[in-house]
């Protein structure tokens, strides 16, 4: 090929290329000016649709609030019911019922960011507390089986259930059923509990509660069995004469009464105090399933008996008592109960094992 032929090839190479990066350049320009026509319409369009609908996007808002501050009253409402017998997170529990008061508050002054995120710290923390009472109730379960359990009485009953944190060391009082029959406990340290006023009193208050839903075969004060196993085997060994004292006692209270001679009377007459005695002691017993007689431990006292009624007769035994006071003014009737039937059926712990005694 000659120069000239060459060099004319070249340059018409040269400017087949340029002709190329002509139109590739336009073909960009035209491409990145429909790119930034689009976007402008698009954002022409947002515009107007804001400037066109704020109403509809404050309704939008509102109806989000709306729906945040349901869902978090559903939320405190569930964690509310799931956690009411639990002590381990009250000051979550309140901070929340805080946080839905304050939800209410921003709704109603049109404050519907932060009613949302209220709603979505209250679920937090919901699921915060929720934590902390399936940790503390593992650590509490482990402790469960190492500390020993104070013995209050035996029950009816073939489930867990709990009677509030009532015992002498503010913990709770709980069942733990063998078949159909339970003892109610609550934890407590191995130790010997002193036989003081306070800590009667608080047995006592223990029992009283128990009575209101169920008969009870009460237990000797200050009983305390070592752990949840030992306390199983006991019942059931006892099984079958714990289930007697329950159908012995079967609905039934006790009720004490003493007779005693009043202060500016002399009732010299052995005879006369002994009928007088025994027309109490019948009268009442007619409307008793069953008695027993105590000890007179003072002069004056000329009856001293426990009476085992059905607790829909207590009120029908009552006003025995009160005829019976107005028939012998002589006497003062001192009356007391409902307690637990004590003088009737009673368990108590010792070297062979759980001892049910009953009388009757």
Known sequence: MSKEKYEELRRKRFREREERFKKEGKRIREQNLAIWQRRWIEAAKRKMQIQAQPFLDKKSEQEKARKAIRNARMIAQKIEEQLKSSLYVPEITKK??????????????????????????????????????????????????????????????????????????????YTIPYRNVAAVVSESPMKDYELTEDNMKRHEEVIRRVMEEHTVVPVEFGTVIQNERILKHLLKKAYNP?????????????????????????????????????????????????????????????????????????????????DLQEKYPMIKLLYSGPWAPYNFVRIRIGAEGMQVSKNG
């Open 96 to 173: 929340i019922d805080e946080m839905m008061i304050e939800a209410d508050k921003s709704f109603d002054l049109k404050e519907y960011e932060n009613v949302v995120k209220l709603s979505h710290e209250v679920k937090e923390l919901a699921e915060k507390a929720k934590l902390e009472v399936s940790i503390k109730s593992a650590e509490k379960k482990r402790r469960r089986k190492e500390e020993g359990r104070y013995f209050y009485c035996i029950i009816p009953c073939n489930e867990e259930k709990t009677f509030g944190n009532l015992d002498m060391n503010n913990e709770k009082v």
């Open 242 to 322: 714990v289930r007697e004292c329950l159908r012995l006692v079967d609905n039934m209270v006790e009720l004490g009464v003493k007779a005693v001679i009043n202060g500016d009377i002399v009732f010299a007459d052995s005879e006369k105090r002994n009928e007088c005695a025994t027309n109490i002691l019948e009268s009442l017993n007619n409307r008793a399933k069953q008695l027993v007689k105590s000890g007179l431990f003072s002069d004056r006292l000329i009856l001293n008996a426990s009476f085992l009624v059905n607790k829909e007769e207590i009120n029908t035994f009552s006003n025995e008592v009160t």
